[in-house]
């Protein structure tokens, strides 16, 4: 057993040696200095936070909690770096049962390459505290970079390692767009239940796919139809407002509270579209029949709703039925409900015909 453990420590030893060696020439730089994609309030704190301290008072516990998760935040900046590494504490040090540590609270690099953004490599973290190359041997050459941050964990602090020789700043190109963000509202799929890494979250794709700016408000089990949420997606002069909470919500909140929801929506933003989306047809509900018929009455609820919205003279507002989100076959969730990397592919795929249609 001693002689176990002494391995073990020689083991370590060589390790964070080889670690520090590979450090010697890099140089670490506070993320929050450069730009900070999908957040309502770009300045608020916490800094990696989706809900801000001055809400905290008027929002459910739940909320705060999982507003705290950084899914969908991003950092752009530019280097001429042949190595880009990354130093980063989450928040609680969560791990889930049914999702990758990396999609739970690792981070996802993409670089601007050829005109489109083009996937890195994945920064895997530890427990905790992480301290990891994500590319090195590269070309010096001035790149765009776009750093996503973790889905299901927040950040405490993040810092980007660069050579010591080379030059980090603030992005050149304003790609993505941000002038007039997506902002999307949904449960915990919309947040990225259950990617393999941050980049491959719905709203995430879209943004690279459209290269317009994303916020993403989805709260694992708890999009209740919450007016506050309305409120600070009120405050963001979107493109397009786009709707996913019907998978938590029930049917009564549904027809309850759909209405408020959208004035406060149109009270500061008369024309903005509004994308509704029905539950999906999830896999395994021709088996199960009480899910089924959860389903059906939450999707009468919404359609039941947009029809009266309609009929009360609501404009630009749309519809996406639930029955094409998820491929034929399932074999595009983890468990059932929560989409891997094909089922965000697909999911993206209905979405963004009507997201380009609507939005100018």
């Not at 730089?29 to 008027?58: E, H, M």
């Not at 964990?153 to 993505?176: A, F, T, W």
């Not at 309305?230 to 405050?235: G, L, Q, S, T």
Request: charged residues 25%; contains cysteine.
């Amino acid at each position: 057993m001693k002689f176990k453990l002494i391995i073990i420590v020689i083991l370590y030893s060589c390790f964070y040696s080889q670690l520090i060696d590979a450090r010697e020439g890099t140089k670490f730089y506070d993320a929050s200095q450069f730009q900070i994609l999908g957040k309502v309030y770009t300045d608020s704190l916490p800094v990696y936070s989706r809900i801000p301290d001055f809400k905290k008072d008027i929002m459910r516990q739940a909320l705060i909690n999982l507003g705290n998760n950084s899914a969908g935040i991003a950092i752009r900046f530019r280097s001429n770096s042949t190595s880009i590494w990354a130093k980063w504490t989450a928040l609680y040090g969560n791990s889930m049962n049914h999702m990758t540590d990396t999609g739970v609270k690792g981070l996802d690099l993409y670089c601007y390459e050829n005109n489109q953004w083009r996937f890195v490599r994945s920064g895997r973290p530890l427990v905790k505290e992480t301290t990891t190359a994500i590319i090195e041997n590269m070309e010096s050459k001035d790149r765009e970079y776009m750093l996503y941050l973790p889905l299901y964990d927040g950040v405490e602090n993040l810092e980007i390692g660069i050579d010591s020789i080379s030059y980090i700043s603030s992005p050149r190109l304003q790609l993505p767009e941000i002038k007039n963000p997506i902002v999307f509202y949904g449960s915990s799929i919309l947040q990225g239940g259950c990617a393999s890494r941050p980049g491959m979250a719905a709203t995430n794709i879209i943004t690279r796919r459209l290269n317009i700016e994303t916020i993403n408000l989805g709260f694992s089990g708890n999009a209740f139809v919450d007016y506050e949420i309305a409120e600070m997606m009120a405050d963001v002069d979107a493109s397009a407002y786009v709707l996913d909470y019907v998978p938590n919500a029930s049917p009564e909140q549904i027809l309850e509270k759909t209405e408020e929801f959208v004035r406060i929506l149109r009270s500061k933003h008369s024309s903005v579209p509004l994308i509704f989306i029905e539950d999906p047809e999830f896999t395994h509900a021709i088996f199960d029949k009480e899910m089924a018929k959860e389903i059906k009455d939450k999707n009468e609820a919404m359609n039941t709703m947009f029809n009266i919205l309609k009929k009360k003279g609501v404009k630009n507002i749309y519809l996406i039925k639930g029955d094409k989100l998820l491929p034929e076959g399932g074999e595009a969730t983890v468990d059932g409900i929560h989409c891997t990397d094909t089922g965000f592919e697909h999911y993206v795929g209905v979405l963004l015909p009507l997201l380009k249609k609507v939005i100018k």
